[in-house]
């Protein structure tokens, strides 16, 4: 049938070196996975401060799986909210600065619900280009009106804003620290512009959350921002956290609207409670164990430092993202093959994730990498290069 010819659309893909395929890892997850067979250095692991294969977590969540059992059972509003669920809430509060917080089975599904259950027709939405993919396909489901504004332009943003001038509900939608780029939002700049237009401020900081800010809550505390200035945070607990799933935190009537209206919340299997269990171990070692984004810190420094001297564009950021802009798609591939031949894991990232031509290498770094493994890292790069 000439709808369903997939294999020439698959061999295109592969043409254009855009063709994916997925590694099987052999072991847990950490610096040096087991692939194939073989140990390899990797850095391209969202597991920022280490905590994914932490003994102290991996007990709690054997601690959970005994008291609670494995599956939830239900929906949070049927019976799947156990009480391990509602102190993981209670904490991420707590600890955020914020009045409630609602856990969802991922990001994707928090951002989902969020957008579609405040924003409607008639409506008004405007958003950074680069935004995660999650926060583009949440906009187009909410059937609101949207503006996209151009990559950290600010100034783009309230002229959008004044030449809409929209009588109903407006929100900004924006990344916290963008996740293919590494740089950061100027949040309180964002905040001041939906102040001035009476518009909502959404924060996507899954890659900010314990890595950035004091204690590890992430960019909003960073740049001292609260919860009247930044209403709507969501965040993930499958990056630094070490865990899965993610929440969204705010006033205690944004959390009782979604409770009530959002889709992804009411109509999903509630996570495993020993999740819930293991996350909460992992958010007290982020407030115990500040030495981690310490150290990341200054891997980051280091890294930047090695990598400014070689001849290809290191892209700006402070984050564990340290993207090397290549452009050619076929060109990144291959670099991240050659790396992967002697022994180091760094993801190619090409189109459609990333614009045309903008194809990189995404490094990210882990508090569980040392000094010698970023020397391993640059000097592989630049024999390749």
């Known amino acids: 049938m000439k709808g369903f010819q997939l294999s020439n659309n698959l061999s295109l893909l592969k ?15 950490g610096v040096r996975p087991i692939i194939d067979g073989k140990q390899i250095l990797s850095f391209c692991s969202n597991d920022y401060l280490g905590l994914a294969n932490h003994p102290k977590i991996k007990q709690a969540l054997i601690d959970g799986v ?4 494995v599956g939830s059972g239900s929906a949070h509003l049927v019976n799947g909210h156990s009480e391990a669920h509602h102190e993981l809430e209670l904490a991420l509060a707590e600890f955020t600065g914020r009045d409630r917080a609602l856990l969802f089975s991922t990001g994707y599904m928090a951002n989902l619900a969020v957008v579609t259950a405040l924003m409607s027709r008639h409506d ?3 958003h950074d280009k680069l935004n995660h993919a999650s926060l583009i396909d949440a906009v187009k489901l909410s059937g609101a009106n949207s503006s996209r504004y151009r990559h950290l332009d600010y100034d783009q943003l309230q002229q959008l804003m004044l030449k809409n001038n929209s009588e109903h509900r407006q929100l900004v939608i924006s990344d916290g620290v963008f996740s293919m780029d590494g740089d950061v939002a100027d949040m309180n700049r964002i905040a001041s512009i939906c102040q001035e237009n009476q518009a909502w401020y959404l924060v996507d900081d899954a890659h900010g959350f314990g890595v950035l800010g004091e204690t590890g809550a992430g960019l909003l505390q960073q740049q001292g921002l609260d919860q009247l200035q930044a209403p709507i945070l969501m965040a993930t607990l499958g990056k630094a956290i070490g865990t899965s799933g993610a929440f969204v935190a705010g006033s205690e009537d944004l959390i009782e609207t979604l409770i009530q209206s959002a889709r992804p919340y009411i109509y999903t299997t509630a996570m495993p409670p020993a ?3 293991a996350s909460l171990q992992s958010l007290n070692l982020v407030r115990q164990e500040s030495w981690r984004r310490e150290k990341l810190q200054l891997l980051i420094f280091e890294l930047k430092k090695q990598l400014s001297s070689l001849d290809i564009e290191l892209m700006p950021s402070d984050s564990p993202i340290q993207p090397l802009l290549i452009g050619d798609n076929k060109r990144a591939l291959k670099i991240s093959q050659h790396l992967c031949e002697v022994g180091i894991l760094v993801t190619a990232i090409r189109p459609p994730t990333v614009a045309e031509g903008t194809a990189r ?3 990210t770094l882990s508090t569980e990498h040392e000094l010698d493994d970023i020397n391993q890292l640059v000097l592989a790069i630049k024999k390749i290069i």
Do not use: E, T
Not at 15 to 29: E, F, H, T
Not at 66 to 69: A, P, V
């Open 124 to 126: 008004q939405i405007y």
């Open 15 to 29: 043409n254009q070196g855009l063709y994916r395929q997925r590694l099987i890892i052999q072991s847990a997850q």
């Open 361 to 363: 290498l995404r490094i």
């Open 275 to 277: 999740l819930a269990v």
């Open 66 to 69: 005994n008291r609670w059992g």
